[in-house]
């Protein structure tokens, strides 16, 4: 089959790569591995990573193609994962997600936010990229057309408030590590589990 391609993951994997090298280790979880491009390229650049790709079924046959395509041996088969219902019986270091926030509606947000503290070793990271508010505000014009054609698509996606997602991942037993200014008005955030 052809690969699936998604343009706006080849231009930002080698950035968001370079942000967020730092946090990433051991078994990383990718949530919402849309069509496996992030995946191959961060598994192979860190081969010593055994980067477990997750999303809903109708992703799952684009994203196994694309491992199958790679041959990397540090890239399983990928997991259904439906963040709103019944999570891997596994443990993680990492737990990745990308631009996939503001296409969930708040419930699945939260269940994602738990779900993910929930599969993190103790001192695991979880690393989220994307748009986000700050202050119940949008920080480009950009964002908030981007937010208003979300919304005519499904009311309750849209760009979440960073402020809202630090009190889940709080809550959670995460504490915010670091967020990272990226290109295109998005960012990186990093939450690392509590150890005690």
């Known amino acids: 089959m052809n690969l699936p391609f998604a343009g706006a993951a080849e231009e930002n994997k080698v950035v968001i790569l370079q942000a967020i090298r730092p946090y990433l280790r051991g078994d990383v ?34 994203v196994r193609a694309w491992i199958e395509d790679s041959s990397l041996q540090n890239l399983p088969a990928p997991l259904l994962l439906d963040v709103t219902g019944s999570w891997p019986q596994l443990d993680f270091d990492t737990v990745y997600t990308a631009n996939s926030f503001h296409i969930m509606d708040s419930a699945a947000v939260s269940s994602c936010m738990a779900g993910s503290a929930a599969c993190l070793r103790a001192g695991g990271n979880l690393i989220v990229y994307g748009p986000f508010n700050y202050g119940g505000r949008f920080t480009s014009p950009s964002n908030e057309r981007f937010d208003g054609m979300l919304k005519m698509n499904d009311p309750g996606s849209g760009i979440k408030d960073f402020e809202w997602l630090d009190e889940l991942a709080g809550s959670a037993g995460m504490n915010l590590q670091c967020d990272i200014e990226m290109p295109a008005n998005n960012r990186c955030l990093v939450w690392k589990k509590r150890t005690i």
Do not use: M, R
């Open 29 to 62: 979880l990718e949530i919402g591995s849309g069509t496996g491009q992030h995946a191959v390229y961060f598994a192979a650049a860190i081969p010593q990573l055994h980067w477990q790709t997750s999303d809903l079924e109708p992703n799952l046959v684009g």
